[in-house]
């Protein structure tokens, strides 16, 4: 699923402490042993749930998707009332750990989970396991990042396509920008904005036994950000809005420092009618070269490349790195986990499934080992012909997901605010810096924060 907007652990905070004991409040509501109760973020179950129901006459899904800024709270809402259904919830990896601590997801070893060890890449299975180890979810898919370049950008500028060789333009921060500077030079831009570097921002915990770690990576990150907006290397187009989109197929008006802020704040960036109608005086176009999405990228870009298809290729970045994701999990409340417990097994487990979401989805990565490793030699025409499902398995044998904390969504947050308000030259390095640990500090009392 795409990356959807990130849920802050207040949230969390606000709900219920835990679930246990709270069935006994008992819910009413007759339960049907044929239905599934599905709540999800995103339409990829629906898919699926419609697909097991052909596959098992008799059995009904019933999903429902909710949005990301308030399933948690439904969630919460639901499970502290002792309600029996949904039986199947879910989370993105921001959000598990503390769904886990909240006793939302039930234990999928006792119902077998354990056998399954090693045929799911390893972060995925690791990201479905609470603090103890013990199994709670499990996601269909990969999603590793990678940058999606133009080819014929490469060709012209660097005289080559190969994805090897342009990951060698983006293999540290200090090789980025000469390679910003030497598209700025042939009239490109390296990136939409500096949001597509979120994915390579550090490969360090942002908390290490209890104590605030900001390392050296994280402030050469925040470095070559500021330094991308103030030398106007980006076409300051942020992510998922109409220029973004846009550029994807082609030429964008080029926008500055000045202008894009003003658009911004006419509201013109999300509406392509609109974003036309405020840059129609802007007579000077650019174009962008490359996009730092996860896996999942596929789907946005096989929607938007327009007559650029087959013109872009994949690299990899200057560190592993991976975003979103959907991962399956059971209500500990649910009646219904032997049925529940087959279809997570349906969508993650099953390499039939797996064949038929890779043809579906046109582009998806499972994350089911199995079916990798048959499609890695399959070719994305989009892609030049590239065999995507063998770079992403490779990217994701890179990710240490031991290094991801529960802190990780909320203090990246006021890590990218404090880049923020320095490139645009609101704050100084060092107040900026200064109000960041402030912020930590209030946020997570407990924590050891030292600057």
Not at 118 to 139: F, L, P
Not at 216 to 231: G, H, I, P, S, W
Not at 283 to 303: C, H, I, N, Q
Request: proline share 3%; aromatic share 12%.
């Amino acid at each position: 699923m795409r990356l959807k907007k990130l849920m802050t652990l207040g949230l969390v905070g606000a709900m219920v402490a835990g679930l246990v004991g709270c069935g006994s409040s008992g819910s009413t509501k007759k339960v049907d042993k044929n239905k599934l109760v599905v709540w999800s973020l995103a339409d990829d179950l629906k898919q699926f749930g419609e697909k097991y129901e052909k596959d098992h006459p008799g059995k009904k899904i019933e999903f429902l998707k909710i949005a990301p800024e308030d399933y948690l709270k439904k969630v919460g809402t639901a499970l502290d009332a002792g309600e029996v259904e949904p039986d199947i919830i879910v989370g993105e990896p921001q959000m598990l750990q503390s769904m886990y601590e909240k006793h939302y997801f039930a234990d999928l070893s006792k119902l077998g989970a354990s056998e399954y060890d090693g045929k799911i890449v390893d972060y995925v299975w690791q990201a479905g396991q609470d603090e103890k180890g013990v199994q709670r979810a499990i996601s269909y898919q990969i999603t590793p990042a990678g940058f999606y370049y133009r080819r014929d950008i490469a060709k012209k500028v660097f005289g080559t396509e190969d994805p090897e060789e342009v990951g060698k333009l983006f293999k540290d921060y200090d090789t980025i920008l000469a390679t910003a500077q030497k598209l700025q030079d042939a009239g490109y831009k390296i990136f939409a904005s500096d949001g597509e570097l979120q994915y390579f921002s550090g490969n360090e915990a942002w908390v290490v036994d209890g104590k605030l770690n900001v390392a050296q990576c994280r402030k050469d990150y925040m470095d070559l950000c500021v330094k991308l907006y103030q030398k106007d290397y980006t076409a300051f187009a942020n992510q998922w809005t109409a220029p973004w989109f846009q550029a994807m197929s082609g030429e964008i008006p080029l926008l500055t420092k000045e202008t894009q802020n003003g658009v911004a704040e006419e509201g013109d960036v999300w509406d392509a009618e609109k974003f036309a109608e405020a840059t129609k005086d802007i007579k000077e176009k650019t174009e962008v070269f490359a996009y730092g999405l996860p896996a999942w990228g596929v789907l946005s870009m096989r929607d938007n490349v327009g007559d650029n298809s087959g013109k872009f290729g994949v690299c990899s970045g200057p560190s592993y790195g991976f975003g979103g994701g959907t991962y399956i999990g059971i209500s500990e409340l649910s009646q219904k986990k032997d049925f529940a417990w087959d279809f997570i097994k349906y969508c993650t487990l099953n390499e039939d499934t797996a064949d038929w979401w890779i043809e579906t989805s046109q582009g998806d990565t499972v994350s089911l080992i199995s079916a990798l490793e048959k499609h890695a030699d399959d070719e994305n025409p989009i892609y030049g012909g590239q065999k995507l499902y063998k770079f992403w398995q490779e990217q994701a044998a890179g990710i240490d997901y031991s290094k991801v904390t529960k802190y990780d969504d909320v203090i990246g947050k006021a890590w990218g605010d404090a880049t923020t308000a320095i490139k645009t030259e609101q704050k100084d390095k060092d107040t900026a810096i200064a109000d960041f640990y402030k912020e930590v500090k209030s946020l997570y009392p407990d924590l050891k924060v030292e600057e």
